[in-house]
């Protein structure tokens, strides 16, 4: 199993230009999660995903949308990208909705430059 | 969910126990306390999670106070793969996730 991957690994953009990331899980969650973190700083959650055809959002939503495609796919589009959403992107999933069990899985992160 | 404290770093000894405390004295009673790291540039890792009793796992130990107001994450024997930021999370809903403790283990 490859558990959770993210496409790309880097990425460059110039302000005002768009993009996608994409993010697929091959266990079988339910949950899918976008987070981004900034430099020095802990994770903040974007939006999630709790189960197939559901989407909220987090703690940071301006400036981004969500599209859980099915239950393996949930990418996170800017639509016209800021510097200050310069940030490395971490995208994660968890069986569980409730608790008391609720490990998250985490990609490898995409770090993302807008000039 | 409520907030946690934690120290902003810490050192340990190779092989010496890491002992990370983590305050959460608005911790509410159906709150679960989590525990994840994350190695420099990697995703974070889920390590344990408890309610009241204290926990223990291949990775780690997790012990709760009587009261709930405060944890601490033991690393029986830490190695230099040990060294990373780890976040105390308490939880009713989201992970929430704050600084952490930057652990280094030193040779």
């Known amino acids: 199993n490859a558990g959770v991957t993210q496409t790309p690994k880097f990425q460059v953009l110039k302000t005002g230009q768009s993009m996608t990331l994409q993010c697929a899980q091959d266990?079988?969650?339910?949950?899918m999660y976008w987070y981004r973190q900034d430099p020095g700083m802990g994770l903040r959650l974007i939006y999630y995903?709790?189960?197939?055809?559901?989407?909220d959002k987090g703690e940071v939503p301006n400036g981004y949308n969500v599209s859980r495609l099915n239950k393996r796919e949930f990418s996170l589009r800017l639509e016209s990208a800021a510097p200050s959403q310069t940030s490395v992107y971490f995208c994660?999933?968890?069986?569980?909705?409730?608790?008391?069990?609720?490990?998250?899985?985490f990609g490898p992160g995409t770090r993302l430059t807008v000039l | 969910d409520a907030k946690t404290t934690q120290p902003p770093s810490m050192d340990c000894a190779e092989g010496r126990a890491a002992n990370l405390p983590c305050n959460h004295s608005?911790?509410?009673?159906?709150?679960?306390v989590y525990w994840y790291r994350q190695i420099h540039s990697q995703g974070p890792q889920y390590i344990i999670h408890?309610?009241?009793n204290n926990e223990t796992n291949e990775m780690a130990s997790l012990i709760i106070t009587e009261d709930r107001k405060s944890s601490t994450l033991i690393l029986p024997h830490a190695t230099l793969r040990d060294t990373a930021v780890y976040y105390c999370?308490?939880?009713?809903?989201?992970?929430?996730f704050g600084q952490g403790t930057e652990l280094s283990v030193k040779p």
């Open positions: 266990m079988n969650h339910n949950s």
């Open positions: 995903s709790a189960s197939e055809g559901t989407t």
């Open positions: 408890g309610l009241k």
């Open positions: 608005t911790i509410s009673g159906n709150e679960y």
């Open positions: 994660a999933s968890s069986e569980a909705r409730r608790e008391p069990y609720n490990e998250q899985f």
């Open positions: 999370i308490v939880r009713g809903g989201k992970l929430i």
